[in-house]
């Protein structure tokens, strides 16, 4: 029965994008937008796929540790309506609901708390609301998703094209074809409700004709769906969109609006910072920044009457799991402890040889297999020395001799395009002062600092990179003169 729903559903989407003729792309053939989306969704049963065969552990692949969570809220809808509706909607009193339903959740609760907004929920609750009608069929969810995420996207292309209308088949590519693109906004995954909230807040900011409390409805829904997916992608966006729609409304070039802005964003995080607030700006990149890194290292945390111990992910062999959440360790094997007798104050160095001792396990994860480094952040100093470290392993990496998994190939592949532009934007660069361009440099390369000092394992990173991928190839395309561009690359890129 669910696969006739999905049927019924892709069907449904399919034929109102052969209806909807060239208002949802424009300038672009019909056909072409429905073989668009069908890429998208053979790249939706890829992403079932490498989660489902290649990174075989369910409990640590993306789409299904946060779908398995799901069922547990879906279980209250039979004999708890209202615990379900409060669980999926966040409202109401969520403290009773935590002994039946969140501590059954293996990723409800973050390892590692911040001040920030968890958007696991987010994500969790997305699959809890589709579960009735999906009847636990993944691909349901999945497709509903790509509904949401091509929307998105088609929204962007009408705003980069309505600036860049000679770029039109390049940005075609960047936001349909580009294969790590397409990929990690295929899935059920929070990048595309991320390209959904962009895409409706870009054009209704700037280029929708609807009534003025229509768009205002809209940015404010799609702000909403930012906060709750990345939020500190939208704190990023922030000053520079608003820069960016002042500027459109006094209709000149002003250098003196945007260093002004510049100056706002520095005065603010230096009064955050040293006004030792929680929400300094460097001491949430730090945390951030570690806590990744120690999920990245791997390992395991457990604990017992006596002792938190600390096995190394080089040892997970040594690992036996006599029943779920418990462990004990075969010996001989090194790990470290920390006695409940000294107040966890001395961390001893020793040698476990008692397979005996059980544990209840804190946290288990194996060692990322692309981490960049095992360095981690301490003061606002090494925030700033490693900004130009970050930005070079957002935007440049992975090489292509560093492309030796299945999630990196596509991106290093693409790398080379991005660095072919880049050779171009400079080759036949044009003087610009373009609004637009302050924009999109502002945001692209903000966030791509951000992500490469916050996310120190480079499979990771190429995942979190494509929310500035759409802006930054803008960026470069509007630096280019297209009239001094090769003829045959005119033809490909342009429209």
């Known amino acids: 029965m669910s696969w006739i729903t999905y049927t019924l559903i892709l069907a449904a989407f399919v034929v109102y994008l052969l209806r909807a003729g060239t208002k949802l792309l424009p300038g672009v053939k019909t056909w072409i937008t429905a073989t668009l989306f069908l890429i998208k969704i053979l790249a939706s049963f890829a992403v079932w796929g490498v989660y489902t065969y290649y990174y075989a552990d369910r409990q640590y692949a993306d789409i299904w540790k946060y779908f398995d969570d799901s069922k547990i809220?879906?279980?209250?809808?039979?004999?708890?309506?209202?615990?379900?509706?409060?669980?999926?909607?966040?409202?109401?009193?969520?403290?009773?609901?935590?002994?039946?339903?969140?501590?059954?959740?293996?990723?409800?609760?973050?390892k590692f708390e911040n001040n920030l907004f968890n958007d696991s929920h987010t994500i969790i609750r997305y699959n809890a609301l589709l579960m009735p009608i999906s009847g636990g069929n993944y691909h349901i969810h999945s497709l509903v998703m790509c509904i949401l995420s091509f929307i998105g996207c088609t929204a962007l292309f009408r705003f980069f094209v309505h600036f860049l209308p000679q770029w039109k088949n390049a940005l075609v590519m960047i936001l349909f074809l580009m294969p790590s693109f397409v990929f990690w906004t295929s899935g059920v995954l929070k990048e595309g409700l991320m390209f959904l909230a962009l895409g409706i807040l870009f054009e209704q900011l700037f280029i929708s004709k609807r009534p003025a409390w229509v768009r205002l409805l809209l940015v404010f829904i799609a702000a909403c769906i930012l906060a709750l997916t990345k939020l500190y992608l939208l704190l990023i966006i922030l000053i520079p969109l608003s820069l960016f729609v002042i500027s459109?409304?006094?209709?000149?070039?002003?250098?003196?609006?945007?260093?002004s802005g510049v100056g706002i964003c520095i005065a603010l995080a230096g009064g955050l910072?040293?006004?030792?607030?929680?929400?300094?700006?460097?001491?949430?990149?730090?945390?951030?920044?570690?806590?990744?890194?120690?999920?990245?290292?791997?390992?395991?945390?457990?604990?017992?009457?006596?002792?938190?111990?600390?096995?190394?992910?080089?040892?997970?062999?040594?690992?036996?799991?006599?029943q779920a959440g418990i462990c004990r360790i075969s010996g001989p094997t090194p790990v470290l402890y920390w006695l409940h007798v000294k107040g966890f104050d001395d961390t001893l160095h020793t040698?476990?040889?008692?397979?005996?001792?059980?544990?209840?396990?804190?946290?288990?994860?194996?060692?990322?297999?692309?981490?960049?480094?095992?360095?981690?952040l301490h003061s606002s100093a090494d925030v700033l020395l490693s900004i130009p470290a970050a930005l070079n392993n957002a935007t440049m990496r992975p090489y292509p001799w560093e492309a030796r998994s299945v999630l990196l190939i596509p991106s290093a592949l693409e790398n080379l395009l991005l660095y072919a532009i880049l050779i171009a934007a400079l080759l036949f660069r044009k003087k610009i002062t373009s609004q637009l361009l302050f924009f999109l440099c502002w945001f692209s390369i903000t966030y791509l600092i951000?992500?490469?000092?916050?996310?120190?394992?480079?499979?990771?990173?190429?995942?979190?990179?494509?929310?500035?991928?759409?802006?930054?190839?803008?960026?470069?395309?509007?630096?280019?003169?297209?009239?001094?561009?090769?003829?045959?690359?005119?033809?490909?890129?342009?429209?």
Request: hydrophobic share 45%; no cysteine.
């Open 73 to 110: 809220i879906a279980s209250a809808l039979h004999d708890q309506p209202a615990d379900y509706f409060k669980m999926v909607t966040g409202l109401g009193d969520q403290l009773d609901l935590a002994d039946r339903y969140y501590t059954k959740m293996n990723h409800w609760h973050q």
């Open 248 to 259: 459109q409304r006094i209709k000149r070039s002003s250098s003196i609006l945007w260093m």
């Open 273 to 322: 910072h040293f006004a030792k607030s929680k929400y300094d700006p460097f001491s949430l990149l730090i945390n951030k920044h570690n806590d990744f890194l120690n999920l990245s290292i791997g390992g395991t945390f457990m604990y017992n009457d006596t002792a938190v111990v600390y096995v190394d992910a080089a040892q997970h062999d040594a690992m036996r799991y006599p």
């Open 351 to 376: 040698i476990h040889a008692n397979d005996s001792v059980s544990y209840t396990i804190i946290t288990d994860y194996p060692r990322a297999g692309s981490l960049l480094h095992e360095q981690p």
């Open 450 to 495: 951000v992500a490469g000092l916050t996310t120190p394992v480079l499979g990771a990173l190429v995942r979190y990179k494509i929310a500035a991928l759409p802006f930054l190839f803008s960026a470069l395309f509007m630096l280019i003169d297209t009239e001094r561009l090769p003829a045959r690359i005119r033809r490909l890129l342009a429209a």
